[in-house]
């Protein structure tokens, strides 16, 4: 299956940014940037702020990729779908959660926090939020590459299930509590997928799977989220 990327959206440590609309990309360790409602988002979105941060993190990447694909106002239910790979997915909130549970007996345990203890909670938000009716879930990046979704979503696209599909990582690092070394940095990145020459918008490249589950991106062999961002931005350029 081959399909164009047509919106990149991204959060990183190093900043945030949109393939239309960039000063470079990079995938450190570090500190994600305050991300607040009002920067991103037009229109009043209260919900955004009682998200976890795994969520907020999420739904507004999905945000900037709308945007970047001139995707991002509707006045119909749209049959685009979501991928979305992590490793450590929503571990926080679930942590979050049980910290209301053990006190009294669970007496205090909060329903509000225990809305996000799923990874794909976030994804049933970006949903409702922009009228995505399609494929909805998320994967566990076995192999901190952040290139599952992007597989997953083009199996999607292959199979007919969507019409557009959004791929692509989200992860917030590893909670303080279980002292495990963060095996992928904390950021958010998606990618619009869509069947080769139906936007009219330049696309950034093509996305091809093959059999035994590789990524080419323009015909060469991917293995990384990042150098395919570069790759993608570095076409634009030209």
């Known amino acids: 299956m081959k399909a164009d990327i047509t919106g990149i959206g991204w959060i990183t440590a190093a900043g945030v940014g949109r393939g239309r609309n960039h000063h470079g990309f990079a995938l450190p360790a570090g500190r994600l940037p305050d991300y607040t409602p009002e920067k991103f988002f037009t229109e009043p979105y209260p919900n955004l702020r009682r998200m976890d941060a795994y969520s907020r993190l999420g739904v507004t990447a999905i945000a900037l990729t709308l945007e970047d694909a001139g995707l991002d106002t509707w006045t119909e239910k749209r049959d685009i779908g979501m991928v979305v790979a992590t490793v450590y997915g929503c571990l926080g909130a679930d942590v979050d959660f049980y910290n209301t549970v053990i006190p009294n007996h669970g007496a205090q345990a909060r329903p509000a926090v225990f809305s996000y203890t799923s990874a794909n909670s976030f994804l049933g938000e970006a ?112």
């Open 127 to 238: 949903a409702i939020r922009f009228g995505l009716t399609g494929t909805n879930y998320a994967v566990a990046e076995q192999h901190p590459t952040g290139l599952a979704g992007l597989l997953a979503a083009l199996g999607h696209l292959a199979a007919g299930d969507d019409q557009k599909i959004i791929g692509g990582v989200c992860d917030v690092g590893c909670p303080e509590i279980f002292g495990w070394p963060d095996k992928f940095p904390p950021g958010a990145v998606f990618f619009m997928l869509e069947p080769v020459g139906t936007n009219p918008r330049p696309s950034f490249g093509t996305l091809h799977s093959t059999s035994p589950g590789q990524l080419l991106f323009d015909g060469s062999p991917l293995d990384d989220l990042a150098v395919l961002v570069d790759q993608c931005l570095s076409n634009q350029a030209s």
